[in-house]
């Protein structure tokens, strides 16, 4: 349960184990962030091993930088901003639900559908798309 602001930057890493290992993460704080080559690594690549919820107080979580995410995001008050990506053929795996999702540079959002399996699922659902 985190009740401040998160911002890894720079080389800030969280690594989670690639056997047995999960992070489940209650984000009470306004704002979650990532930037430069910081990131939450799930060494195993399975998005049911990462789960970040923004509760009601959590308005905004920005994946930026070079860092690639994979896990599952529960925030539906939270303005969703993945930016830049590196060089993985995936920059973003999983699933998210968030009030909106906004995506610049080189970017690679894949929907993993395990996700769907063993939990509550509507699929993909968007409500309106605007390109820039």
Known sequence: HV?????????DQVDIAPVN???TIYMA???FSTSGNAGLNN??????????YGLPTCTGINLGGNAAFSGSI???????SLGGGGNN???????SISKTVTM???FNFHYDENIARVGPSRGYVATSWAEK
């Open 104 to 106: 610049n540079g080189h």
């Open 89 to 95: 053929t995936y920059d973003f795996v999983g699933a």
């Open 3 to 11: 009740t401040g602001n998160v911002g890894l930057s720079g080389q």
């Open 74 to 80: 529960y925030a539906p008050q939270a303005d969703l």
């Open 43 to 52: 060494l195993s690549k399975n998005p049911l091993a990462l789960a970040l």
């Open 21 to 23: 290992a999960s992070l």
């Open 29 to 31: 704080g306004g704002g």
